[in-house]
């Protein structure tokens, strides 16, 4: 069966990303091809031969690069003209790249202070841009008002960093709380326009696993997270969903 449409992923890790992939490309649920992000390409390479085994009969292709402004864009150029998304139009695209950063705040210099900030909120902003020109460019621009369709899923994987965090993470509070916001932003002035933004909230460990530490509630499974994105991705505009904790169900909050 051909794929139904396009996915876009970035932070292509062996635990959520690859749940995220994993659901989002399987034949018998998402259906979609995967264009995957990631910095290293020995990462890219090692999730997408897990996928070959575990989604079978899926288009997964992989594009290495970083969040800096021109690499992203660059990529982006790259899935464009992709043989294996000729056609295809863009469905879903997920921010779900790692950032984590501890230091005593007066250790902290104003020049790693911002570095974090500048990899991954403008990373975010980046990403946001390019995917939402290929909504637009894949579905037009009329708005939801006109058209009654919805042209896609913008997902940012937040944690609870974005709403509260601990002493010693100042650059890590400061860039999960400003991708909420901007998806906030984007929400608001995007559903209008027929693009369907989400934040969600990892409260709690992911694994790409499916045992103990599951069945018991102590971690969520990779591939409970993809489903959750692809039901997501498949919201019509009557109920859109925006802001979503993700738990497993011994966690305590």
């Known amino acids: 069966m051909p ?7 970035i ?17 018998k649920h998402g259906n979609m091809a995967i264009a995957l992000l990631a910095r290293r390409q020995e990462n890219l390479s090692s999730v997408a031969s897990n996928l070959q085994k575990t989604s079978p009969g899926s288009v997964v292709e992989t594009f290495a690069t970083d969040t800096s402004p021109t690499n992203l864009k660059s990529a982006f150029q790259s899935i464009r003209s992709h043989n ?11 921010y779900s790249v790692k950032h984590s950063s501890k230091k005593p705040f007066m250790n902290e210099t104003y020049e790693e202070f911002t570095e974090s900030l500048e990899q991954y909120v ?4 980046t990403f946001s ?6 909504f637009f460019e894949h ?26 965090c601990s002493a010693e993470y100042a650059a890590y509070g400061a860039g999960r709380a400003s991708v909420r916001q901007l998806a906030q932003t984007l929400a608001r002035e995007m559903s209008a326009k027929g ?3 989400v934040h969600t909230i990892a409260n709690g460990a992911i694994e790409d696993k499916d045992g103990e530490d599951q069945s018991m509630g102590k971690k969520m499974s990779a591939d409970a997270v993809g489903k959750t994105y692809l039901w997501l991705s498949q919201q019509e505009p009557e109920l859109w969903t925006h802001e ?7 966690e305590k909050f």
């Not at 403008?122 to 902003?125: D, Q, S, T, V």
């Open 139 to 164: 579905h037009g621009e009329k708005p939801l008002s006109e058209t009654g369709e919805k042209k896609g899923t913008l997902i940012f994987t937040g944690t609870l960093g974005a709403l509260r």
């Open 3 to 9: 794929p139904v449409g396009l996915a876009i992923i």
């Open 195 to 197: 693009v369907h933004v």
């Open 84 to 94: 294996s998304f000729k056609d295809l139009k863009l469905k879903v695209a997920v």
């Open 122 to 125: 403008g990373g975010a902003f």
């Open 244 to 250: 979503l904790d993700m738990r497993p169900a011994a």
């Open 11 to 27: 932070g292509a890790g062996p635990n959520t990303g690859t749940g995220i992939a994993r659901i989002l490309s399987h034949p």
């Open 129 to 134: 841009q390019e995917a939402l020109k290929l």
